[in-house]
């Protein structure tokens, strides 16, 4: 018997276990201060109504013989997929009911996407990033090569000619940095993907808290993308899914390489290795894109913005140069007074008693960075801002 060696070269990721002991010290030390985490990566606000009605209601229905459901459709219920097809067309994308395969969230379908392509091919990832694009290939034993996310681009990469690769993964609106592209560079993503023949998987789990109508929140709203494009979707952050877990891939007719439909193979490995989403969490999330759902979830996002905003407003007047917090809720922020990623952790934790993400768990070019979300509760962001305005960063 031999293991999957391939997991022995992943690299232990300290972030989150350091971020604790290292607040743990502190509050051990000091264990009358107020410590506000503005690190979270998950959201605070609960279920809306209409998706726990839902979800109640469908409870009860599946507590009557006529309503029972047992197995349910590997790629999802058509209600649920019909539903986001709708979604989609209301922003001028049309797809079919049999592009879109409801998932238990896009992580397990970002991991998973992988089953579908040799393991031969080389992946483009951007740098810093979501840790996930990372390490599933790593754990498939893929090569992996890296686009460099900074200062000067703004951290959206754009195509290089003289790189060469077969899967490029974007993530847009961007976890760690915020950033978002917009239609030109997505168009030249697009372009470049169709004329080399390559695969783009397309995150657009935080679409949702795009506001600015000239930015594209589907990749399907550039010409050409659904001959190159998968499209992974998540209603985690967008209707507080996190725990309750659903998300949707999109897998358009056109992707056709070496004569085969990617459709036709992820529904095969869909209907291989996955049995569903349970229907109780399906009827959910359904409601989530009905009119009563969608002004419900605004207004949470709206409330995750507006803490977006407050942050962002406190590091103007700070002068701290930063990107992300208008369409997106990850604020990525350069360290003053070129404080390392760890050095600036600590100087906010002491002397703002503020919690936040250092960039350089994200990647190597994420050092000297650090990601502030808006996920937190308004009264402890505004307390947290006012507390970071009053320290000197001298
Ligand atoms: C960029 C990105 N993609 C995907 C996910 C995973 O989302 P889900 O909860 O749907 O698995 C996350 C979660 O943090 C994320 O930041």
Redesign the pocket.
């Known amino acids: 018997m031999q293991i999957n060696s391939n997991y022995l070269n992943l690299h232990d990721s300290y972030l989150f276990s350091t971020i604790a002991r290292k607040v743990s010290e502190y509050k051990s030390k000091y264990p009358d201060k107020d410590i506000i985490r503005l690190g979270i ?1 998950d959201v605070t606000l609960p279920l809306c109504e209409a998706v726990v009605n839902a979800m109640q209601a469908a409870v009860s229905e599946m507590g009557t013989q006529e309503g029972f459901k047992g197995y349910g459709p590997e790629q999802g219920y058509d209600f649920l997929r019909s539903a986001v097809k709708d979604y989609y067309k209301n922003r001028g994308v049309v797809l079919e009911e049999n592009e879109v395969f409801i998932s238990d ?4 379908d ?1 991991g998973n996407i992988l089953d579908i392509f040799g393991l031969e091919n080389t992946v483009l990832i951007p740098d810093p990033v ?1 840790p ?1 694009y990372v390490d599933t290939n790593i754990m498939a034993g893929r090569k992996i090569i890296y686009m460099n996310a900074n200062e000067e681009n703004g951290f959206l990469p754009m195509p290089d000619l003289d790189v060469k690769a077969d899967i490029i993964y974007l ?1 847009s609106p961007n ?1 760690p940095t915020g950033a978002v592209y917009n239609k030109d560079q997505l168009k030249a993503w697009v372009d470049y993907a169709l004329s080399n023949k390559v695969v783009i998987l397309f ?1 657009a ?2 679409e949702a808290f795009i506001q600015d109508k000239e930015l594209p929140r589907s990749i399907y709203e550039i010409d050409g993308a659904k001959q190159c494009a998968i499209e ?1 979707c ?1 209603l ?1 952050k967008t209707a507080g899914f ?1 725990g309750t877990r659903c ?1 949707y891939t999109i897998v358009p007719h056109e992707l056709v390489y070496e004569n085969t439909s990617l459709n036709k193979l992820w529904l095969r490995r869909q209907t291989t290795k996955f049995n569903g989403v349970p229907y109780i969490i399906q009827r959910g999330a359904e409601a989530v894109f009905t009119e009563e759902g969608q002004k419900q979830i605004k207004e949470n996002i709206n409330y995750y913005l507006e803490n977006a905003k407050i942050i962002s407003e406190t590091l103007s007047d700070l002068g701290i140069w930063f990107v992300g917090g208008k369409n997106s809720p990850y604020i990525w922020l350069k360290c003053p007074n070129n404080m390392t990623s760890w050095e600036f952790f600590d100087y906010l934790l002491e002397n703002a008693n503020v919690v936040g993400t250092p960039g350089e768990g994200f990647g190597k070019n994420g050092e000297g960075f650090f990601r502030l979300t808006c996920f937190g509760k308004r009264e402890d962001t505004i307390t947290a801002m006012r507390r970071i305005s009053r320290i000197k960063f001298e």
């Open positions: 990566g969230g896009a992580k397990s970002l979501y996930v993530c976890n995150d789990a935080y992974f998540s985690s996190t998300g």
